[in-house]
């Protein structure tokens, strides 16, 4: 005994429409944009990458099938160009601000060593007078005065 062929009440019957396989471009769009956004901190591979995204989601919206794939990939390239460039745009001032504040720095380096040389300079002299002053007093033959501020008297 067989049965019947049942229908759905009504008698209409469905048929699921044939999806004809998948849209590989709007695929690729989708994981490059992905992929773009990513590796933002990257900036040639992201740039690339995103690039490609869009360039896949634009070919692949003129396709019938994977269309929201197409324009993921596609706001996902955009998005992943405008990471890209505002990393590298923060980057760029950072690496800027900073070489200011080494070079302002440096400045004040040297300022702060020639202010030191100038008072060590000061004292030598200081203490070479002192020493003319004690040596015309005392009268000795020879006085061997040193840069670096020691001194050899010798009678």
Known sequence: MTQPPTTPPGGIQYQVP????????????????ILACVTFC??????????????????AM??????????????????GISLTLGFYIAVKAGLNWAGKKVQQNSQDWQKQL???????QEEQKKA?????????TSQP???????SGWM???D
């Open 42 to 59: 990257f900036a040639p591979v992201s740039g690339l990458l995103a690039v490609l995204a869009i360039v896949f989601g634009v070919i």
């Open 128 to 136: 070479q007078e002192q020493m003319q002053r004690q040596n015309q």
């Open 18 to 33: 044939p999806t004809g396989g998948g849209n590989g471009l709007a695929i690729a769009s989708l994981i490059l944009g």
């Open 62 to 79: 003129g396709k019938p099938v994977g269309g929201g794939m197409a324009k993921s990939g596609l706001v996902l390239g955009v998005v």
């Open 152 to 154: 050899l008297v010798l």
């Open 114 to 120: 020639d202010e030191a040389a100038k008072k060590i």
């Open 141 to 147: 033959g020879v006085i061997l005065v040193h840069p």
